[in-house]
């Protein structure tokens, strides 16, 4: 598991002394000097309200389950209260858990979650399927009830149940984490291929439980596009749909039960798409002139299926940040890098934008790529910076959260905001989202006084568009940390949905993106999912509050929980 | 529109003149010697019912549309009573009209459409969404009912509304027929690339609605994978997806719209991702030793990433019927083709399986795919037959149905079934379903005494799996020609659901194969697709019957209608 209080292992924090240039950098950005760091509160101030029981239900989970499977202990509890949102972050920093769940119960088995998901229809008991814990977007925290509330944690069920090395598919059990699961099917020479930035601490469940798309996502496609099959539990029983490559029976349930978020049961076992480990991983870093030169660039090897495993493109700003990432080199090294800089300068990348590029298959199918995708970027006055940048970027692409906490400690707010659009939509949007969130930084009430982090990346490229994902970080506002934090997250999610955007790529509804659900599948979406939620779930005991709009539609209004405010604050 | 008593433009009839190594085959094959053929009987001996009339719905619908718009014509009524199945022709050729639509509706755009269905919503009034006709499941036929019927043809909404060449979308109108589509797209440059059996007569939205495989699906992908967003008129509004090329914001409403069938309600627009006209087209004929040995080159081509756009491998018994389609060729060509086979032949090509492969793309793509795509079929025995094979295979290929019929005039019942499975089932699972057939052959009642037409091809391929499509002929048994079809389609439908298999992979479900959508998608399954359902259409008038059981589930039965017995003759 996971800090309580932040990301990742307790044993590990972001190595700033590693990186001498970076935070001096930061703390210009953000305008920090001064400022004194506070850490999260000591454990001891951290106090749980006293569980609710249900009786009966415990006594059935008692009955049916082995001892330490069902758990009251208050380390659980606070573990599983929250995922690893900002405003999550936040909270529990300051010691303020505001629901905790009442119990957690770590099934072992398909039949364990059986049996746990039919005592808590029988009983009303509220459940929160958990993989992983880290969701962003308030999947996994418990809301206000009155019911008692348990959090299903699928870490025991963490096996390869099958390979067919054939047909490249395996069944996965859902609690496995991104290690685990890479490690035993490494072991037998495949590979999933899924490397969301959560990889560390992420589960193949919650993957398909939110859609997630991983670094690789151009190779291997985001995670719905690798389900063969699933197994769901639901209180009407169990989904279950067929191991094939594809079929004309109808609405496709693997794709309803992917994206559902807990809502209407727990996934247990994925059919997978897998593929033969690569023999050959080749990163490569790419200068651009510009972020525009860079997305044209994109554009070209998407059209020209000339497409690298990965490809991700860093405006000015994330580059920046990337740069002072590096630990300076010394020496000849660091006589040639700085000539190389001034070179480059010299030639007009004044405001460069970096790209790591990824090639993984064969050794021949590698190299064929690899000089296709080569010729493209160079046209587009790509410069080659060699393999170096590329290990830098792989061995910090899972370091990024811990460095949200280490900011968290001189009060700023940092979040991210992600979604995808059309290639023609691409650089509009992306110029106007950039321009809305400095707007808010030259606001007179800003306490950064004009300052603040936005960078932007381009990953995940389709035929048709691809994903920007935006990181923005500020100076908190004392006191009204989370009314600023939700002030952005409404203006820039709102400047997604009028402009041709999708509320979220990669990073599920959850309650965050929640009060925008109508604007992104219309009413009669929104009255498509509440009636499967209303049939399969009917007591509402699955993860309520959360993807769905509970409130009904009004005529006037879209009947959603209001936008610009913590949805999870008022009324639940 | 096509022939009320068979397949296709009523001025062509399968060319067999053409072809005269192929009639006598058949003959032999299906044991048909002596029978005379008996075509469909004449126009006058068909009568249709008087149609049901809902006054107060059909002066809404007069008041709302123009003149033309909606009619009860009795031709029009009759072309929209049946799709194009073996029972729907075998019925119609002899006069033989269960329930004809009470009326047909032409829209001519989406506004019309919503007039339509909030009238026959208000009214309980039945609709079937109709696109070219040319279903092969049940899925446009009205069915026993109290109620009036009015078939909504979309043929009228056939435009492409807008093209975004930098994202490679275009908004298309959902009656759009196959060769429309493709003019108008072509026509800026641009294509779909969707080019099922049925490409001729049939339409997007059909194409949406029953999650349709084109020939080039190996490089466009099935039509849910070009799906981009889509409006779709239901009873409790319209739903719509956004134009994204990627989300995550709860289920894939898209896939939910995406194989209904009809039965939530009428697609009217489809954003679809499309593509360069390619300019060049080149398809290629291979012979294998067996089709064993094709598939596992086919194979290779997917585990390498060497997948032509079209790849299609006949096994022996079609290879048969494909070469005695083609018109012999005379002089110097006749024997240059009699030595090549000469030749094959004491090289072990004994019982040989063509295989059609197709490259599109620019020069360069398609030399590079081809050289790579040749070299695997090499290794695996492939003899080059050249480009000529490919251009009878891509002459003939939207002949097929008309050949259907052909033989239907001789009293032949002849029919297709079609799955998919992962590799490692492909060829198990092929031999078990041509052991089953020819067996069925075998049975003393069977009037063919031995003989029938059992045929399959491997079309579709993906990482995890291939589709087997299986064409089967035999006499009929005078008499009793539905019990005897639905005896061989329940045979093998049991075979594909016993053995791995789906339900189907691209014609749908219609009521042909609803009795196993429960082994399909499980209870849990049925009961999502019918809250949703219940909820969009809670008059049920949306193509009732079809797609979802809608007995209710039992505990000891699957609730489903009865298997190896017409669902459409008992209870409804």
């Not at 008991?125 to 977007?137: M, S, W, Y």
């Not at 994206?259 to 490569?284: A, F, N, Q, W």
Request: aromatic letters at 10%.
């Amino acid at each position: 598991m996971m800090k309580w209080w932040g990301w990742g292992s307790p044993d590990f924090e972001f190595p700033m002394h590693e990186k001498p240039d970076l935070w001096p950098w930061i703390v210009d950005e953000l305008n920090l000097k001064g400022i004194e760091p506070v850490k999260a509160v000591g454990r001891d101030k951290v106090s749980l309200a006293a569980p609710i029981r249900n009786d009966a239900f415990c006594r059935e989970l008692d009955a049916a389950l082995h001892v330490g499977q069902f758990t009251f202990d208050e380390e659980q509890r606070l573990l599983h209260s929250y995922g690893k949102s900002y405003p999550d972050l936040f909270r529990v920093r300051q010691g303020i858990v505001r629901r905790a769940p009442d119990a957690v119960v770590f099934p072992e088995r398909h039949a364990d979650v059986e049996t746990i998901v039919k005592a808590a229809h029988r009983h009303g008991v509220e459940v929160i399927p958990f993989g992983g814990g880290t969701n962003i977007v308030g999947g996994v925290n418990p809301l206000k009830t009155e019911r008692m509330v348990v959090t299903i944690d699928m870490a025991r069920m963490n096996r390869v149940l099958s390979i067919d090395a054939e047909s490249l598919t395996a069944v996965i059990e859902a609690g496995a984490l991104g290690p685990k699961l890479e490690q035993d099917l490494q072991s037998k020479g495949f590979s999933l291929g899924h490397y969301p930035d959560s990889f560390e601490y992420s589960s193949l469940g919650g993957w398909v439980a939110t859609r997630s798309a991983g670094m690789q996502s151009d190779a291997y496609g985001k995670i719905e596009h690798m389900v063969v099959a699933l197994k769901m539990v639901t209180p009407s029983g169990t989904l279950a749909t067929r191991n094939v490559p594809a079929a004309s029976s109808g609405p496709d349930l693997n794709r309803l039960m992917t994206g559902s978020e807990g809502t209407l049961g727990v996934i247990t076992e994925c059919t997978m798409r897998i593929h033969r480990t690569p023999p050959v991983k080749d990163y490569r870093g790419f200068l651009f002139k510009s972020f525009e030169e860079g997305v044209k660039a994109i554009h070209e090897c998407v059209n020209t299926h000339n497409l690298p495993s990965l490809i991700r493109l860093q405006d000015g700003y994330e580059t920046q940040l990337g740069m002072r990432m590096k630990t300076p080199a010394k020496g000849i090294e660091g006589f040639i890098q700085r000539r190389v800089k001034a070179y480059l300068k010299s030639r007009g990348y004044t405001y460069p934008a970096i790209m790591i590029v990824g090639f993984e298959g064969d050794k021949a199918h590698v190299a064929k790529v690899r000089a296709a995708t080569f010729k493209i970027l160079k046209k587009h006055q790509g410069f080659h910076l060699g393999t170096s940048v590329g290990k830098t970027w792989s061995k910090d692409k899972f370091n990024l959260p811990y460095l949200r906490d280490y900011v968290m400690d001189y009060g700023c707010m940092v979040d991210v905001s992600e979604t995808s659009t059309p290639w023609s939509n691409v650089l509009p949007l992306y110029h106007k989202t950039v321009a809305a969130i400095k707007e808010r930084f030259a606001s007179p009430d800003h306490p950064g006084k004009g300052k603040g982090f936005i960078g932007c990346h381009l990953s995940h490229t389709y035929k048709t568009g691809a994903c920007l994902y935006f990181t923005y970080g500020a100076r908190q506002v004392p006191g009204q940390e989370l009314e600023q934090y939700y002030g952005y997250k409404g203006m820039i999610t709102e400047l997604f949905m009028k402009n041709g955007a999708t509320l979220s790529h990669h990073h599920a509804v959850g309650t965050e993106h929640q009060p925008w659900m109508e604007e992104e599948v219309s009413r009669t979406g929104i009255q498509a999912l509440r009636a499967i939620k209303t049939s399969l779930d009917p007591k509402a005991i699955f993860n309520p509050g959360k993807l769905i709009p509970t409130a009904a539609p009004t005529e006037n209004g879209n009947g959603a929980s209001s936008k610009h405010a913590d949805p999870t604050i008022s009324g639940r």
